[in-house]
C-alpha cells in the first residue's frame, strides 16, 4: 500500500473534482476532510461511508482511505503534524500539546467515517475553515500562530463530538449515558497519569464504588474498564514508535508501564511483534 509523507507541519489542499486519482494509501501525518460539496463513497480502513455536502472526517497517521466519487465534489484537506502546535515552544508545553492531540485523534473510539456532528459544532468548523484558508493564503504577521490555534479549536470541537460515540450508539438511559460520557472524558484527560487511572481514583472521581463502576462500564461498553485503558495506551504508544524518535524505554515510561518488559509483552499481544520489530518495520 503507498504511503504519502508530509515534511513540513501543516497543509492545506483544495481539490475540486468528479474523479479520484489517488490510490489507497496511508499518511505519516493527522488529515482533517471537509466535503464543501459533493456526494460519494469513502472508504476508511476498509469500511465504506457515504459522504455528502458538510461532511468531515478525521484521519489519523496509518488511517488507509481512498474516495469513490459519485458527484463533482469540492474537498478540503487540512494536513497537519505535531510540531504545528510545538514550533518555538519551550519543552513543558511541547509534551503538553502532543499529549493533547494523541488524547483526542488517537482516542480508541474514534472511527473515522462515524462521528455524528451535532450541526451547530459542524457549522463553526466550516466557519474556521474559511479562517484558515484566508490566513494560509495570505502571508500576514501571526499567520501560523493563527493557523494553529483555530486547528486546536477543530480539534477541540472534533473531541467534543468524539465524546459521545459509543454512548449514543449503545445506551439508552440518558443517566448511564452521561455517567460513561463522564468516563470517557476522564480517562481522556488522565492517560499519561497512570495513577490517576487506578480503578479507586477513577470511582472516587465519579463518586461511585470500585465495583460498581467495573461493573456498569463492562455491561455498558462490552469490555472491562482496565481492557479499554490499556488499549488506549497501546494505540498511543504504537503511533509514537512509528513517528517519534522516543526510545521504548521511554514509550513505555511516558504511558504508565510498570516496566519495559511488561510494556514489550502487551504490546506483542495486541500487534503480534515486539515494539522494536514494530517499529523496523514501520521506518
Request: hydrophobic share 35%.
Amino acid at each position: 500500500m503507498q504511503r504519502f509523507k508530509q515534511n513540513t507541519p501543516f497543509k492545506i489542499l483544495e481539490l475540486d473534482t468528479n474523479i479520484w486519482k489517488y490510490p489507497i494509501h496511508t499518511h505519516n501525518h493527522f488529515e482533517i476532510v471537509f466535503i464543501k460539496e459533493g456526494s460519494g463513497t469513502h472508504t476508511i480502513n476498509n469500511i465504506s461511508f457515504q459522504y455528502r455536502d458538510k461532511d468531515i472526517f478525521i484521519l489519523s497517521p496509518g488511517d488507509s482511505h481512498i474516495f469513490n466519487i459519485n458527484s463533482n465534489t469540492k474537498f478540503y484537506f487540512i494536513k497537519f503534524t505535531e510540531s504545528l502546535f510545538t514550533r518555538g515552544i519551550d519543552i513543558i508545553n511541547k509534551k503538553r500539546w502532543i499529549e493533547k492531540i494523541e488524547s483526542v485523534l488517537l482516542n480508541p473510539n474514534l472511527l473515522p467515517g462515524d462521528i455524528k456532528y451535532e450541526q451547530k459544532d459542524k457549522d463553526t468548523m466550516f466557519q474556521l475553515l474559511d479562517i484558515i484558508i484566508e490566513e494560509n493564503y495570505y502571508d500576514k504577521e501571526y499567520k501560523d500562530s493563527i493557523i494553529s490555534d483555530t486547528v486546536s479549536i477543530i480539534i477541540s470541537l472534533i473531541a467534543r463530538n468524539i465524546c459521545k460515540i459509543y454512548c449514543e450508539k449503545q445506551i439508552n438511559n440518558k443517566k448511564d449515558k452521561n455517567r460513561m460520557n463522564d468516563i470517557f472524558s476522564y480517562i481522556q484527560e488522565n492517560i499519561y497519569i497512570s495513577e490517576n487511572l487506578k480503578i479507586d481514583n477513577i470511582a472516587n472521581h465519579l463518586n461511585l464504588s470500585k465495583n460498581y463502576i467495573s461493573i456498569f462500564f463492562k455491561k455498558n461498553y462490552g469490555e472491562s474498564l482496565q481492557h479499554y485503558i490499556l488499549k488506549y495506551r497501546l494505540i498511543i504508544a504504537e503511533n509514537r514508535i512509528r513517528l517519534s524518535d522516543y526510545t521504548i524505554s521511554e514509550i513505555a515510561y511516558q504511558l504508565g508501564f510498570s516496566d519495559e518488559s511488561h510494556f514489550n509483552k502487551a504490546f506483542k499481544k495486541k500487534y503480534n511483534m515486539n515494539p522494536g520489530e514494530y517499529r523496523k518495520r514501520n521506518i
